[in-house]
Every structure is written in structure tokens, then in C-alpha cells.
T-cell receptor, first 114, second 112 residues
Framework: EDKVVQSPLSLVVHEGDTVTLNCSYE??????LLWYKQEKKAPTFLFML????IEKKSGRLSSILDKKELFSILNITATQTGDSAVYLC??????????????FGKGTHLIIQP | DVKVTQSSRYLVKRTGEKVFLECVQD?????MFWYRQDPGLGLRLIYF???????EKGDIPEGYSVSREKKERFSLILESASTNQTSMYLC???????????FGAGTRLSVL
């Protein structure tokens, strides 16, 4: 059974701090790892990672994948109150069928205090 | 912008009722998915479809069925709603590749 574990489950920091969110996985036939941000409603896509060691960056957010050690990290620098959200890690595995569902971790609930 | 629209934000139904949750996407995506999200359990895949009239079971299909008669529309059906199906239901769509899934705002279903 595919498994995705995120840590920590919750985190409270002050505005301006840097945070690192962790995601480890056990998946048969790994294809990609995705990060989403979920505020009140729909998860919104942040990054898709398929190759080890290549950092993806978008503004203050960045992410990297280690396929040997089976984990990924999401970094947020100079945090702002608008970064408060649940961050979801998901893994896509080849199913051999026409599409692949995602296996999600439970998420990290990040709270940024002013 | 990708738009995935779920027909209801909140729904209250009684035990035993047949419930339809509708999802429409406007990006001509091949793949569509239904997940449920519960506190402490995260998002879990119920069913997905990679083409019109095609469907595949996800991790928790029991008690659910789906219908995809048109490419843009994917319906989740609870044949006989039960209280343990009270949950947030999220629909998503993605192109054939890459499988970046875009989510709707969700339907919060309460079964009384």
C-alpha cells in the first residue's frame, strides 16, 4: 500500500521566519510528487517534482526531491500571514491504467503569527 | 485559468437517500477524480475516470458509484447515503500528462 507521511503535522512560527516542511513516501512505481496549498477550500497546486536534486522555485517557496532517500522538502522563506494554510504532499504512482490518482499525506497545518 | 466547479458547497441529506454530486471542468481535461477529505485522514481517492464512460476504483469505492457521460462532467453517486459518508468531497481534473490535478472548492455533505 502506498504511503505518504508529512511532518510536522502542525507548526506555529512568527512572520519573517523560514520554515521547512517534510514529506516522506513509500510508493511502488513512483512517478511524481506534488505539493499543494489548502486554505479554506480547494487545494491549489504549488509544485510537481519528478527528478532528484532539481530545486523548483516560485517566489519565496522552493522544493526539492530526493528519490534515493524517498523524501521531499518544501521551504518557505520570509513567511507572511498569507502563508498560513495546510500544505499537502501527494505522490503519483504508475498504475498501468489510463490515469493515476494521488496518494496524499495528512498535511502540515502552518500558522504564521504576526 | 482552470476551473473546476462543484454544483453545491453544502448539502444536507437523510440516511438512505440517493445523492448526486456534480463536477464540471472547463479545460478539456481527460482525467477526472473524486476524493473525500476527513480530519485526521487526509484526502482519499474514491473513483477516477480517464475518458468518457471509463471509470476506475480508487482506494475507498465502497458505497459510491460514478458516471461520466460527457468529457467535462463527472458525477459521484451515493446510492443509499449513510452517516459515515458525512465528509468534504473534492473533485479534481487533470490533463492526460502531466497529471497535475486541479481541484474544485468542495462539497460539504452532511448525512443525518
Amino acid at each position: 500500500e502506498d504511503k505518504v507521511v508529512q511532518s510536522p503535522l502542525s507548526l506555529v512560527v512568527h512572520e519573517g521566519d523560514t520554515v521547512t516542511l517534510n514529506c516522506s513516501y513509500e510508493v511502488t512505481n513512483f512517478r511524481s510528487l506534488l505539493w499543494y496549498k489548502q486554505e479554506k477550500k480547494a487545494p491549489t497546486f504549488l509544485f510537481m517534482l519528478t527528478s532528484s536534486g532539481i530545486e523548483k522555485k516560485s517566489g519565496r517557496l522552493s522544493s526539492i526531491l530526493d528519490k534515493k532517500e524517498l523524501f521531499s522538502i518544501l521551504n518557505i522563506t520570509a513567511t507572511q500571514t498569507g502563508d498560513s494554510a495546510v500544505y499537502l504532499c501527494a505522490v503519483e504512482a504508475y498504475s498501468g491504467g489510463g490515469a493515476d490518482g494521488l496518494t496524499f499525506g495528512k498535511g502540515t497545518h502552518l500558522i504564521i503569527q504576526p | 485559468d482552470v476551473k473546476v466547479t462543484q454544483s453545491s458547497r453544502y448539502l444536507v441529506k437523510r440516511t438512505g437517500e440517493k445523492v448526486f454530486l456534480e463536477c464540471v471542468q472547463d479545460m478539456d481535461h481527460e482525467n477526472m477524480f473524486w476524493y473525500r477529505q476527513d480530519p485526521g485522514l487526509g484526502l482519499r481517492l474514491i473513483y477516477f475516470s480517464y475518458d468518457v464512460k471509463m471509470k476506475e476504483k480508487g482506494d475507498i469505492p465502497e458505497g459510491y458509484s460514478v458516471s461520466r457521460e460527457k468529457k467535462e462532467r463527472f458525477s459521484l453517486i451515493l446510492e443509499s447515503a449513510s452517516t459515515n459518508q458525512t465528509s468534504m468531497y473534492l473533485c479534481a481534473s487533470s490533463p492526460r500528462t502531466p497529471n497535475i490535478q486541479y481541484f474544485g472548492a468542495g462539497t460539504r455533505l452532511s448525512v443525518l
